[in-house]
């Protein structure tokens, strides 16, 4: 009966330890959480999830990136690109993190994309992909349905009460 505990005791904390693990493993993440509009922003993504459209690629890795906002005709038009498609930008350039992971920080978004305040900023859009890029193909990594990647935006105001409820 006490190696039965044990055993049980040992397959819950395995068990834990793995979920534990699988949760570190995002195609995308950033700081801070959650993400205003006046925020400086720092991304990271992985190329082992998603659609894995850069998995053990070695070379320079560029990002295409742009807003949804409230200006935006639909859920995905793109507004203020920063970058044009295929653009070898060092400005655009993202920093090797690790193998099969790469970041990308912005300087308060409003501000890096020239936003008016009277527009809402509700997502930013954001493609890593390779330099070798020839016309339109690249090797793009995207979400595993081929979808572009999207960090939601929060009201800042909303935010701010939220923290101001919680105290």
């Known amino acids: 009966m006490a190696r039965w505990k044990l055993l049980k005791g040992n397959i819950w904390v395995v068990t834990g330890l793995l979920l534990l693990a699988s949760c570190k493993h ?76 790469w970041t990308y920080s912005i300087k308060n978004i409003r501000s890096f994309f020239d936003v008016a305040a009277d527009e809402q900023i509700i997502k930013l859009a954001i493609l890593f992909r390779s330099g070798a890029c020839i016309d339109v193909y690249c090797k793009t990594l995207r979400n595993a349905d081929g979808s572009d990647m999207y960090i939601p935006i929060e009201d800042k105001t909303a935010v701010i009460q939220s923290q101001t409820v919680r105290k």
């Open 26 to 101: 995002t195609l995308l993440d950033w700081n801070p959480t959650p993400v205003t509009d006046t925020d400086d922003v720092e991304i990271v993504c992985n190329a082992s999830e998603g659609n894995k459209g850069l998995l053990n690629y070695e070379g320079p890795v560029y990002i295409h990136v742009g807003l949804i906002t409230s200006k935006s005709t639909h859920k995905n038009d793109w507004r203020y690109v920063k970058f044009n498609w295929g653009s070898r930008q060092r400005e655009a350039e993202a920093t090797p993190a690790g193998k099969n992971k």
